[in-house]
Antibody, heavy 123, light 107 residues
Framework: EVQLLESGGGLVQPGGSLRLSCAAS????????MNWVRQAPGKGLEWVST????????DYADSVKGRFTISRDNSKNTLYLQMNSLRADDTASYYC????????????????WGQGTLVTVSS | DIQMTQSPSSLSASVGDRVTITCRAS??????LAWIQQKPGKAPKSLIY???SLQRGVPSKFSGSGSGTDFTLTISSLQPEDFATYYC?????????FGQGTRLEIK
């Protein structure tokens, strides 16, 4: 059974930093690209970043480029999101999501989602 | 960026009804389109990928169709557990983008 368990969320002041983690199990982690997707309170879903499985190529939304860094440790089956220079509009639940079976586009579908971790940026 | 526009934004229906939600892409995305369900306070759940393929374990009451710019999600015989918000998502081109969501409510 695929499980994705995020951690690391919390309250941080504007300009601060936070690192999110996502512990994965139930599949061969290094074979799959992984994503971070966020959702501001009461709002829709917003893609944040993707990292490939083997060569760790990365892509970012313009809204986080230069401030957030996605990474992975395949030996620990863990995905990370380092968030720096946080702003109030980064307040959201952050979901870890596993690549799905269809890679017909530039990216791939998503098949499994974690339960999310809430990041609140406020003074 | 490719804009995904869903219609309607909200929809009221009764148990047993059949409903259709539409998603339009601002440019062609082939069939790189997914549908996602989210219940209040819960994580998203993937339903459909490649416009019409069901994710493992998703019941056949959910169906998707379309290609290019116009897509639909149809839910037959609505049950109480189907009332949720539904999002479309394109993964044809970076950045990956989502529709604004369609809230399906009980009439």
């Amino acid at each position: 059974e695929v499980q994705l368990l995020e951690s690391g969320g919390g309250l941080v002041q504007p300009g601060g930093s936070l690192r999110l983690s996502c512990a994965a199990s139930g599949f061969t982690f290094n074979n799959y690209a992984m994503n971070w997707v966020r959702q501001a309170p009461g709002k829709g879903l917003e893609w944040v970043s993707t990292i490939s499985g083997g060569d760790s190529r990365t892509d970012y939304a313009d809204s986080v480029k230069g401030r957030f860094t996605i990474s992975r440790d395949n030996s620990k089956n863990t995905l990370y999101l380092q968030m720096n220079s946080l702003r109030a509009d980064d307040t959201a639940s952050y979901y870890c999501a596993k690549r799905g079976d269809d890679c017909s586009g530039a990216s791939c579908s998503i098949d499994y989602w974690g339960q999310g971790t809430l990041v609140t940026v406020s003074s | 960026d490719i804009q995904m526009t869903q219609s309607p934004s909200s929809l009221s229906a009764s148990v047993g009804d059949r409903v259709t939600i539409t998603c339009r892409a601002s440019q062609g995305i082939s069939n790189s389109l997914a549908w996602i369900q989210q219940k209040p306070g819960k994580a998203p759940k993937s339903l459909i990928y490649a416009a019409s393929s069901l994710q493992r374990g998703v019941p056949s009451k959910f169906s998707g169709s379309g290609s290019g710019t116009d897509f639909t999600l149809t839910i037959s015989s609505l049950q109480p557990e189907d009332f949720a918000t539904y999002y479309c998502q394109q993964y044809n081109t970076y950045p990956i983008t989502f529709g604004q969501g369609t809230r399906l409510e009980i009439k």
